[in-house]
């Protein structure tokens, strides 16, 4: 990157610069299972290259800051699966989704979910969700004993980092039919979502 030197705005002096590029590509697969379920499969693959660190973060390398600096390049690659069907007789849907990803940083990470969808009345429905995460670090996250002179590539950002989460989520969405008769008839093809994850 460059350094931009200068004084006086804000923005006259912003630190390391660069350029970043990428390419985006997906492809999934749908299939009826039966007359209330279907499966879905799907791989994502995002390649970036260029400037891909944070400007702005700093890192502590032996005592002082220093700017974050990663790999100029980077691959992710992304599997995912769906698995749902639903129960008329109560108006009860079950989602099952499962997402592996791995990228050339050695970060890698496992996701399922579970979802159930209840309908509660004209078209009301609560979601409730739980979801675990595991990943594991890039390979040039922080080392126990912290960064060196030596260390080519340093990062700050807790994305790089190994970690596990448990989510919790509730999720209400309540159509605005109910208001065509009413002076805000014109928010009847409205949604009111109520939306809340620990």
Known sequence: GSVIQGAGSALSNRGRVGQLEGVQAGISFTQI????????????????????????????VAGGLTPEHHPA???????????????????????????????????????????????????VYLRLRYRYYNQLHAFFA?????????DQFVTADQKMMAFENHLFGLHLLLPLHFLSETPLAFLEQGRFILSGDY
């Open 33 to 60: 299972l039966g007359p209330t379920s279907y499966a879905v499969l799907g791989y994502d693959l995002v390649h970036n290259y260029g400037f891909i660190q944070n400007a702005y973060r700093q890192v502590q």
């Open 73 to 123: 390049l980077r691959t992710r690659h992304s599997f995912y699966g769906r698995l749902a069907w639903i129960v008329p007789e109560s108006d009860t849907a079950f989602h099952l989704l499962y997402r592996v990803y791995v990228d050339d940083w050695g970060i890698g990470a496992l996701t399922p979910e579970a979802r159930i969808y209840q309908g509660v009345g004209r078209g």
């Open 142 to 150: 922080p080392p126990i004993a912290g960064y060196s002179l030596t």
